[in-house]
């Protein structure tokens, strides 16, 4: 297996403009989560799905922080309008989620972030 | 608010040192505590961590869980070069609906030859 795919890996943009970050996870997994790592904060969840479900997005930070999954084999966090404050790594990871347990969450290589 | 808070921010040694790694935590819904290891590119698992006292092992590294005091420390011994990374602790929240890791800011170790 390929693991979880993140693209692009590197991403520079000016403020306002719109950014589009894609993951692919592990085929079978069930649970997908978006994270955000920046050296004040360290990594914080962002929002997860569950069988393509968003459950908990009480880490987004604002209203330009939109996330889609689609289908069990894709999902996009979007941020429009960016702003030099989302200067981060996000990280998406994925888990095959089980009934009353918890499994190994794996991640991407992420997506560097730069908003000029 | 739920928080994870790692100490020392940052540590230096000397290859064939031991270094001990903290990490305590307040957190609602407690299930488990991870360790994880992040070089250049995305964290690594290492541990997880459900019940006090019961120390994990992996080579030379070790780590356990005080559930009544809320910490954990992970341990490093006969450090190597390979060993410098950031070491990130995590606790899962866990009930209902929720299943997230909430994790802390990372101790950045340096093992110098």
């Known amino acids: 297996d390929a693991g979880v795919i993140q693209s692009p890996r590197h991403e520079v943009t000016e403020m306002g403009q719109e950014v589009t970050l894609r993951c692919k996870p592990i085929s079978g997994h069930n649970s997908l989560f978006w994270y955000r790592q920046t050296m004040m904060r360290g990594l914080e969840l962002l929002i997860y799905f569950n069988n393509n479900v968003p459950i908990d997005d009480s880490g987004m930070p604002e209203d330009r922080f939109s996330a889609k999954m689609p289908n069990a084999s894709f999902s996009t966090l979007k941020i429009q309008p960016s702003e030099p404050r989302d200067s981060a790594v996000y990280f998406c990871?994925?888990?095959?989620?089980?009934?009353?347990?918890?499994?190994?969450?794996?991640f991407g290589p992420g997506t560097r972030l730069t908003v000029l | 608010e739920d928080k994870v808070v790692q100490s020392p921010l940052s540590l230096v040694v000397h290859e064939g040192d031991t270094v001990t790694l903290n990490c305590s935590y307040e957190?609602?819904?407690?299930?488990?505590l991870l360790w994880y290891k992040q070089e250049k590119k995305a964290p690594t698992f290492l541990f997880m961590l459900?019940?006090?006292?019961i120390e994990k092992k992996s080579g030379r590294l070790s780590s356990i869980l005080d559930k009544k005091e809320l910490f954990s420390i992970l341990n490093i011994t006969a450090t190597q070069t390979g060993d410098s990374a950031v070491y990130l602790c995590?606790?899962?929240?866990?009930?209902?609906?929720?299943?997230?890791?909430?994790f802390g800011t990372g101790t950045l170790l340096a093992v110098q030859p």
């Open positions: 990871a994925s888990s095959l989620a089980g009934r009353g347990s918890y499994n190994e969450q794996f």
């Open positions: 995590a606790v899962l929240n866990y009930g209902g609906a929720t299943n997230k890791l909430i």
């Open positions: 957190v609602t819904n407690f299930r488990s």
């Open positions: 459900t019940s006090s006292g």
